[in-house]
């Protein structure tokens, strides 16, 4: 349990973007998935609606799971209770990513073997998520602040994991990177749903290739 947490933490860390798929059809998510694993991504989070349908999320992950074998590390967003971090390992989800700070959240998820990236904002919740447990703290929105907000909260907090989450797009990514995140959460400004609908999911590999040189993975 120990060796596959640090093998999923090290992958993260060497791959840096997480691909958010948010509200996109089942039977369009492993279309979606090919495309950004063309693209260079082997990140990829799916998100529980807060309104409800969980195991439709929940079966997105196993799906994707099942279907790259190890090459791509599906993952869990918006888990915002201790039954969603078990409805989400169940499901094969390798992190658990939250929008907020909840105890109980992380607890289970180190319990369960699984690696945790709580959502915060502020020194004192970042720092105390960090001292809970998480293994990385997801800065979110971080485009509200800037990056210059992550270069100040790096200064005091230089042992925290920090990864950008919120307004992530290709012109400002590297900022985000130059400033001291470790990794970076990209939603819409790549998982673009116009393209989706269209079956146009070359578009969508051709600007993960692009994201990747931008922070010089490629």
């Not at 499901?91 to 959240?105: E, M, Q, R």
């Not at 990794?183 to 290739?209: M, P, Q, R």
């Amino acid at each position: 349990m120990k060796e596959m947490r640090s093998t999923v933490i090290k992958k993260i860390i060497e791959k840096k973007i997480i691909a958010i798929i948010r509200g996109v059809e089942e039977k369009k998510t492993l279309a979606l998935a090919e495309a950004l694993y063309k693209g260079g991504i082997e990140l990829i989070e799916v998100t529980f609606n807060q309104r409800g349908d969980f195991p439709a999320t929940a079966d997105a992950i196993a799906a994707i799971s099942r279907h790259f074998g190890g090459r791509v590390l599906a993952g869990a967003g918006t888990v915002t209770t201790p039954e969603l971090v078990q409805m989400a390992a169940t499901a094969g989800a390798k992190y658990i990513i939250s929008p907020n700070t909840d105890l109980a959240v992380i607890e289970t998820t180190r319990k369960l073997g699984l690696v945790s990236i709580p959502g915060a904002l502020t020194p004192t919740e970042i720092l105390g998520a960090h001292n809970s447990g998480a293994d990385f703290v997801k800065v979110f929105p971080a485009s509200n602040f800037g990056s210059g907000y992550i270069k100040a909260l790096k200064t005091p907090l230089s042992q925290v994991k920090l990864m950008a989450v919120g307004g992530i797009n290709q012109i400002n990514i590297r900022e985000y990177f130059d400033a001291g995140c470790v990794g970076a959460g990209v939603g819409g400004n790549l998982v673009n749903k116009k393209w989706i609908e269209a079956g146009e999911y070359d578009k969508i590999t051709d600007l993960a290739k692009a994201f990747l040189l931008e922070i010089g993975r490629q």
